[in-house]
């Protein structure tokens, strides 16, 4: 379970980093599947939630996205780089959705969680 500590989007000519200080986006890896949950801190508004497969070879991580409430997200496959350092996850690369008009490449960072004992 990884949760972000770090997120910017390219677009065209901009880049924007999400802003984290409201919000909790928690990422959860398991052997073959993932899910995400993005909450606003004390809030029941602007919950957004997605899961599906993936496979990991190598440095390559390609996320299916089966589960989402946007119909041009699902079923697309999101290819992106990964890296772990200790307890960091870094994960980048191109998002393209034609449906969408997305065209845009994201850099994530995320921490892991660490089991409450």
Do not use: C
């Not at 440095?59 to 960091?88: C, M």
């Amino acid at each position: 379970s990884w949760k972000m500590i770090y997120a910017d989007i390219k677009e065209n000519d901009s880049v924007q980093v999400k802003d984290l200080s409201n919000t909790d986006f928690i990422k959860i890896i398991n052997k073959s599947h993932f899910a995400f949950f993005n909450q606003d801190r004390g809030s029941e508004e602007n919950f957004f939630a997605g899961g599906g497969t993936y496979e990991l070879n190598g440095d390559q991580y390609a996320e299916t996205l089966d589960f989402i409430n946007s119909e041009a997200y699902r079923g697309h496959v999101f290819t992106f780089n990964v890296e772990i350092n200790g307890d960091t996850l870094i994960q980048h690369g191109k998002e393209t959705i034609e449906e969408a008009n997305i065209d845009r490449y994201i850099l994530e960072k995320y921490i892991r969680i660490k089991p409450a004992h």
